[in-house]
């Protein structure tokens, strides 16, 4: 492991496998609070996963599939019996994950990854209060159109612009300069929330608004009003996908 870790390094460890404890990881997170805070919920979020995991399936179903069976050829009486630990252990792990998908697709666990790639070290730039604005408005167009994104008129005002994957999707990660300094806009198409949600992580303020069959999420560091700036941009974007 290079010894010069990052805290990109820690979180994508920890997201690929929320139990890793390698002595960089544990090492890291004692002198750094952020991603001290990160391991804390991975950890929680590992120990939901398994308590779901570990459901109580219907005590009588092997029964039901091996009296069945009694009524089959011989032949295939052995079927049955396996088959009925593995519709336990399907249904196990169908419950897991949708409780885990559940979790990862609420507003608060939404929060939580935004901000994370908000703080992403590679991205720092982005939020430089002195980055100039993008005044050619084809490339933020461009940009806006890798990630199935659509803009009726133009703003003057955004200072960086990506297409970024999100969650398996494209989605654009934008920045625009605020009343007092830098705010982050992500369009989300491909995420949808059922009601406005505000959420607050590790220093950064945020909200994340349902638009179309997608959403819009605002977070910002500093007192510039969300509200319009999402505003705006509820009347200018539209998903092309």
């Not at 952020?34 to 779901?52: H, I, P, S, Y």
């Not at 039901?64 to 019996?81: D, L």
């Not at 252990?89 to 609420?106: D, E, H, P, R």
């Amino acid at each position: 492991m290079n010894t010069k870790v990052t805290c990109l390094d820690v979180r994508r460890a920890l997201g690929a496998e929320p139990q890793r404890r390698d002595a960089w990881i544990l090492e890291h997170c004692k002198t750094c609070a952020q991603c001290a805070v990160f391991l804390q919920d991975m950890t929680a979020l590992g120990t939901r996963l398994e308590r779901a995991l570990n459901i109580e399936v219907p005590k009588d179903l092997e029964a039901r599939i091996v009296f069945r069976a009694e009524f089959r050829p011989v032949e295939r009486r052995r079927t049955y019996s396996w088959l009925a630990a593995a519709a336990a252990v399907v249904l196990a792990i169908g419950i897991g994950f949708g409780v885990w998908q559940y979790q990862q697709n609420s507003p608060a666990m939404l929060g939580k990854a935004l901000v994370a790639r908000v703080m992403n070290p590679t991205e720092s730039a982005a939020l430089d209060p002195d980055r100039p604005v993008i005044r050619d408005a084809s490339y933020v167009t461009n940009v806006l159109s890798q990630a199935g994104i659509g803009m009726r008129g133009s703003m003057d005002d955004i200072s960086y612009a990506s297409a970024d994957s999100f969650r398996g999707a494209m989605v654009a990660h934008l920045v625009v300069r605020g009343r007092d300094g830098p705010v982050t806009v992500f369009l989300l198409p491909h995420v949808h929330v059922r009601a406005p949600t505000h959420f607050n992580e590790q220093g950064f303020d945020g909200v994340l608004l349902p638009h179309g069959s997608g959403s819009i999420a605002i977070i910002a560091n500093n007192p510039t009003p969300m509200m319009p700036i999402a505003h705006e941009f509820m009347k200018m974007v539209e998903w092309s996908i």
